[in-house]
C-alpha cells in the first residue's frame, strides 16, 4: 500500500527556534512537494524536488529551506521559526514525470506545527 | 485574482439530493484537472481526474469547459459519507506545479 510518513504529528515550538519537518515515501516517487494549509487559503506550495539533490521555490518559500538527499526522504526546514509559521504542513509525493501525467498526489497525514 | 477560485460553501444538502461544485481558473495554458477530496483533519486524497469530455464515476461526474475556464463536479443521490470539504486542482504546463483550490465544503445532513 502507499505510504507517505511525516514524522511529527503535532509539534510546538517556540520563536527562533529551528524546526525540521522530515517526509518519508516507500513509492520510489521521483516528485516531492511540501505544502502548508491554512484555513481560508487552502493549501499552498512551499517547495518541490523533481530528483535527489534538486530543489524548486514553490509559491511561498520566504522563511523555509528544504533537503533532499535520499530519493525517499524530503525535508522542510525552518531556520528561525516565527509565529505566521504555525500551520498544517503536508507533504505529498507523485510518480515519476510531471504530475500531469497521473494526476494522483499521495498526501501524508500532515504535521501541525504551533509557534510559541 | 487567484489561480483558482472555488466558493468555500458550506453547501447543506440533505441526503440523496444532487449537488454541483464549480471551480474557475486562471490560466488558460492549464493543462490537466482534478477534484480530490479533504475530510476533517485527513489529508486530501483524489477523487478523480477531469476529462475534456466529461468523465463519471459511480454518483459522482466532472466536467471542463476550457471556453469559460471552469470545471464543476455534480455529485448524486447524496450520502452522509460525502461530507467533506471537496479541492480543485489545476496543473499548468511548464510550471511543474499543482495549485490547489481552498476547497468547497460540503455537508450532508439526515
Known amino acids: 500500500d502507499v505510504k507517505v510518513t511525516q514524522s511529527s504529528r503535532y509539534l510546538v515550538k517556540r520563536t527562533g527556534e529551528k524546526v525540521f519537518l522530515e517526509c518519508v515515501q516507500d513509492?520510489?516517487?521521483?516528485?516531492m512537494f511540501w505544502y502548508r494549509q491554512d484555513p481560508g487559503l487552502g493549501l499552498r506550495l512551499i517547495y518541490f524536488s523533481y530528483d535527489v539533490k534538486m530543489k524548486e521555490k514553490g509559491d511561498i518559500p520566504e522563511g523555509y529551506s528544504v533537503s533532499r538527499e535520499k530519493k525517499e526522504r524530503f525535508s522542510l526546514i525552518l531556520e528561525s521559526a516565527s509565529t505566521n509559521q504555525t500551520s498544517m504542513y503536508l507533504c505529498?509525493?507523485?510518480?515519476?514525470?510531471?504530475?500531469?501525467?497521473?494526476?494522483?498526489?499521495?498526501f501524508g497525514e500532515g504535521s501541525r506545527l504551533t509557534v510559541l | 485574482r487567484k489561480e483558482v477560485e472555488q466558493d468555500p460553501g458550506p453547501f447543506n444538502v440533505p441526503e440523496g439530493a444532487t449537488v454541483a461544485f464549480n471551480c474557475t481558473y486562471s490560466n488558460s495554458a492549464s493543462q490537466s484537472f482534478f477534484w480530490y477530496r479533504q475530510d476533517c483533519r485527513k489529508e486530501p486524497k483524489l477523487l478523480m481526474s477531469?476529462?475534456?469530455s466529461g468523465n463519471e464515476d459511480g454518483r459522482f461526474t466532472a466536467q471542463l469547459n476550457r471556453a469559460s475556464q471552469y470545471i464543476s463536479l455534480l455529485i448524486r443521490d447524496s450520502k452522509l459519507s460525502d461530507s467533506a470539504t471537496y479541492l480543485c486542482v489545476v496543473n499548468t504546463w511548464g510550471y511543474q506545479k499543482v495549485t490547489f483550490g481552498t476547497g468547497t465544503k460540503l455537508q450532508v445532513i439526515p
Open positions: 513509492m520510489d516517487h521521483e516528485n
Open positions: 477531469v476529462y475534456s
Open positions: 505529498a509525493s507523485s510518480s515519476p514525470g510531471l504530475p500531469s501525467n497521473t494526476g494522483e498526489l499521495f
